[in-house]
């Protein structure tokens, strides 16, 4: 048994450096500016103006049906419409890109409600208070409400993110050599399924728990200023 693992283990670390943790951090990357963007978008109310309200009442829906579609839809479905359905539309991707696409997406509708309610949960009166010192919407976005969004928004997004961490194992399915594909790989040549998932369910229990250990870090820095402002 030892021996099986310690022919292994480098392996699969190999793939857990080279696919999961970049596949992982590419795809919160661009999933968080995409969830960004939505959460303003349905966040903001629209101006008077005509011009500007109708166009921005559009993307509104559009934001809305992209939250509601990948909400509503297996992650491993959409995964398998973005690289194995895609090309009978003309369009072909690599697995990685594809994954990257089909992570990002769902990260990015998930994250984007969690935003809006950080915003949401900011009172009204420091709005008001802004806009008495002649504070434009964007200053006080800027200034004081996505600040104190940002620490709201902490602990829920860093969940999503080690969520991911896991997620990335489905990633296997469009023929990436993660990890859990690598284990799967070297079960089928040593025949012993419950020692090599058993080691890649370790593997990643490792990652998660270093990452909420930076969690759990990064929720102290945040809270220390406020106390302290508190105070």
Same mark, same amino acid.
């Given at each position: 048994m030892w021996h099986i693992i310690v022919t292994s283990l480098p392996?699969?670390?190999? &793939?857990? @450096?080279?696919?999961? $943790? +970049? !596949? &992982? !951090?590419?795809? #919160? #990357? #661009?999933? @968080? $500016? !995409? &969830?960004? !963007?939505? &959460? @303003?978008?349905? #966040? $903001?109310? +629209?101006s008077e103006n005509k011009l500007i309200k109708y166009p921005w009442l559009v993307l509104r829906a559009i934001a809305d049906f992209y939250v509601w579609l990948f909400r509503s839809t297996p992650l491993l479905v959409q995964l398998f419409i973005i690289f194995f359905g895609l090309p009978s539309a003309g369009i072909q991707l690599s697995p990685f890109i594809a994954a990257v696409i089909g992570f990002s997406m769902n990260t990015g509708a998930y994250a984007s409600e969690t935003i809006r309610s950080a915003l949401l949960s900011v009172p009204q009166d420091q709005w008001d208070a802004a806009f008495t010192l002649n504070f434009t919407t964007s200053q006080t976005l800027k200034k004081i409400v996505l600040p104190q969004a940002v620490r709201i928004a902490l602990p829920p997004l860093s969940n999503s993110f080690i969520g991911l961490v896991k997620d990335t194992s489905l990633a296997s399915s469009i023929t990436i050599l993660e990890m859990f594909q690598v284990s799967q790989q070297i079960t089928a040549k040593n025949y012993q399924p419950l020692l090599m998932y058993s080691l890649a369910a370790f593997l990643y229990a490792v990652i998660c728990t270093l990452l909420t250990f930076l969690q759990h870090y990064l929720e102290r820095k945040t809270s220390k200023y406020v106390k302290g402002s508190e105070g």
């Open positions: 392996e699969m670390i190999t &793939a857990m @450096l080279q696919y999961t $943790i +970049p !596949l &992982a !951090l590419v795809s #919160f #990357f #661009f999933g @968080l $500016i !995409l &969830a960004v !963007l939505t &959460a @303003l978008i349905k #966040f $903001i109310k +629209p």
